[in-house]
C-alpha cells in the first residue's frame, strides 16, 4: 500500500497543490488535523514531496497558534520517521551519501563527537535533502534527542512562515506575509551566526554535550 501511494505522489507530484489538498480535506478541524499530519508521515515516505505545501495548508486551514501547534507535531513524525527508517534499512546509506554528496564528507569529522552541531550544518547547508538527511542520520546510529532538537530548531523557522503565509493569503493580508518573511530571515541569520560561533569554538559545546 505505501508502495503504491508513494508511486502515486511521485507520478502526481507537478498536480500536488495547495487547492487539492484543501479540497480532499475533512471540514471537520480535528479530522483535517489527523488528515494533515498523515500526509506529513506521507511525505518522509515519497522524498519527492514539498513540506511547504502542507504547511501552507495547516495556515489556511487552522488558526495561527493551531496551525503553528499541527505543523510542528507533523515536523516531530518527518524527523522521527525518516531517522528510524534510516536506522533499521540504511546500513548502507551512510557510505553511498558520503560518496555523493561531498559537502558531507567536508563535515563527517564533527558527527561523532557532535552530534547537535552535525545535524545543524548538515540542515543549515542543504547538504541533502531532509528526508535523506533524517534516513543517514538513523543509519549512522546517531544519537536521536541531538538530532532531533537540532533539526527542529532549523525548521522551526520555515514552518512558521509557510502558516503565517497560508494564514495571509485566506486573509488577503500582504503585510503579514512581509513581516512573517522578515522574522524569518533573522532568524535564519541568528541561527547561521550561531553555528558559526559553535564550529570557532568547539570546547563550548563539548562542555554543554558532557
Not at 483535517?32 to 486551514?61: E, M, N, R
Not at 546510529?141 to 514552518?159: K, N, Q, R
Not at 512558521?160 to 506575509?177: C, E, M, Q, R, T
Request: aromatic residues 12%.
Amino acid at each position: 500500500m505505501w508502495a503504491v501511494l508513494i508511486v502515486a505522489i511521485f507520478v502526481s507530484r507537478d498536480r500536488i497543490t495547495v487547492d487539492m489538498i484543501i479540497h480532499y480535506t475533512p471540514s471537520n478541524l480535528f479530522l483535517a488535523a489527523i488528515v494533515l499530519l498523515l500526509l506529513f508521515a506521507l511525505k518522509s515516505l515519497s522524498i519527492v514531496f514539498f513540506s511547504g505545501i502542507l504547511y501552507t495548508v495547516s495556515g489556511l486551514l487552522f488558526s495561527m497558534p493551531v496551525a503553528v501547534l499541527v505543523n510542528a507535531l507533523g515536523l516531530c513524525i518527518m524527523i522521527s520517521e525518516g531517522y528510524f527508517m534510516g536506522r533499521v534499512f540504511g546500513s548502507d546509506l551512510v557510505g553511498s551519501i558520503a560518496e555523493k554528496y561531498p559537502k558531507v564528507q567536508a563535515i563527517l569529522h564533527i558527527q561523532e563527537k557532535r552530534p547537535f552541531l552535525f545535524t545543524l550544518l548538515l540542515r543549515m547547508m542543504k547538504v541533502v535533502n531532509f528526508d535523506v538527511g533524517s534516513m543517514y542520520m538513523g543509519a549512522s546510529h546517531a544519537g536521536f534527542l541531538p538530532y532531533a532538537s537540532a533539526s527542529f530548531l532549523t525548521v522551526v523557522p520555515e514552518l512558521i512562515l509557510y502558516a503565517v503565509l497560508g494564514s495571509s493569503i485566506s486573509s488577503l493580508s500582504p503585510k503579514a506575509a512581509i513581516i512573517a518573511a522578515i522574522i524569518y530571515g533573522c532568524i535564519t541569520v541568528g541561527s547561521t551566526l550561531t553555528i558559526v560561533w559553535l564550529v570557532r569554538h568547539p570546547e563550548k559545546w563539548d562542555t554543554a554535550e558532557s
